[in-house]
């Protein structure tokens, strides 16, 4: 990793393609970073298209001079949408993914398209697999004015309950804190017993979803928050909320085998909002990126 990208610059990445697909993000990524008061570093990464080992210092130039100028025409373009301060350009030779991972360390968080649903499997899932910022992955579409979090009960999910309560506040927009908790294949044994009654079962996790809101209640006033315990499984319970929802925000809740788990792969594949993923597992020493001193005085 190289000094420009261990900048401690206050800065939003954004992964820029330059095709028209990539405009709702690069929309959302100058949103962000007027709304946090930030600076925007736009990535590029040209692709080498010879076998490895094969030189030719004409193409190589042609290649990168074209890098170039649709870097030019995307700061123009982010500019153009309003975009506060300044604008840095990165072009890399690569893997767009391992490009991004290593500019992430030192951004506030990532913004990029969306995969396609065609994408399962495939690269376009490893940066929010892997990352160790925020990565928001954004959707052409009418934004409802909902932020739609899910959580499971455990510490886990802390982070991600903060980034989607401080996307809220930012944007003035309300909050729905979802957590599907008919899952019983993921509790400890001493809980089963709270799948025999059902009533006990909702009073317990709401009791629990309340612990975790409460905090977020105090920390911003204005925002309105509505927590929802629901007898569904936990996919079911958020695919329902985020119909109304112009984000959906997941933490990362996978394994080895599956890093983004089942739930958050799914719903960046087949949601038709905007889906952010939050790491918790992977980044607990990274700074926080609900500072309160990026919210406006009226909502903390």
């Known amino acids: 990793m190289n000094g420009e990208e261990r900048t401690r610059w206050p ?16 929309r959302w990524a100058v949103e962000e970073a007027r709304l946090r008061g930030m600076g925007l570093v736009m990535c590029h990464c040209w692709h080498w298209p010879y076998p490895a080992g094969h030189t030719d210092p004409d193409i190589e130039a042609i290649m990168r001079r074209a890098g170039e100028n649709l870097l030019d025409s995307g700061v123009r373009r982010a500019y153009e949408l309003g975009v506060p301060g300044a604008v840095r350009r990165r072009l890399r030779r690569g893997p767009a993914i391992e490009a991004l991972l290593r500019a992430s360390a030192g951004a506030e968080l990532v913004v990029v398209g969306a ?7 495939s690269a376009a899932l490893e940066l929010p697999a892997r990352s160790p910022r925020p990565v928001i992955a954004a959707r052409e ?39 599907g908790c008919w899952e019983p294949g993921a509790v400890v044994e001493y809980e089963l017993a709270l799948f025999h009654d059902r009533d006990l079962l909702e009073r317990t996790r709401a009791a629990e979803l ?15 928050i509505e927590a929802s315990p629901l007898l ?9 909320a985020a119909k109304d929802a112009g984000l959906v925000v997941l ?40 500072s309160d001193r990026r919210v406006p005085a009226r909502q903390r």
């Open 11 to 26: 800065h939003v990445l954004f992964g820029f393609d330059g095709t028209a697909e990539n405009e709702a993000a690069l």
């Open 115 to 121: 995969p396609e649903e065609s994408a399962e499997g």
């Open 141 to 179: 579409g009418a934004a409802p004015r909902l932020v739609v979090v899910g959580v499971d009960g455990s510490p886990g999910c802390a982070p991600a309950l903060g980034f989607a309560a401080q996307e809220a506040a930012l944007r003035g927009w309300d909050l729905h804190v979802v957590h």
């Open 210 to 224: 309340e612990q975790a809101v409460g905090p977020l209640r105090v920390r911003y006033p204005d925002l309105r």
């Open 232 to 240: 569904e499984r936990p996919f079911d319970a958020l695919w329902e």
């Open 251 to 290: 933490g990362d809740r996978g394994t080895g085998f599956d890093p983004l788990g089942a739930t958050a792969t799914a719903m960046l594949l087949r949601a038709r909002c905007t889906v952010a993923i939050v790491p918790g597992r992977r980044s607990r020493e990274a700074r926080t990126v609900a």
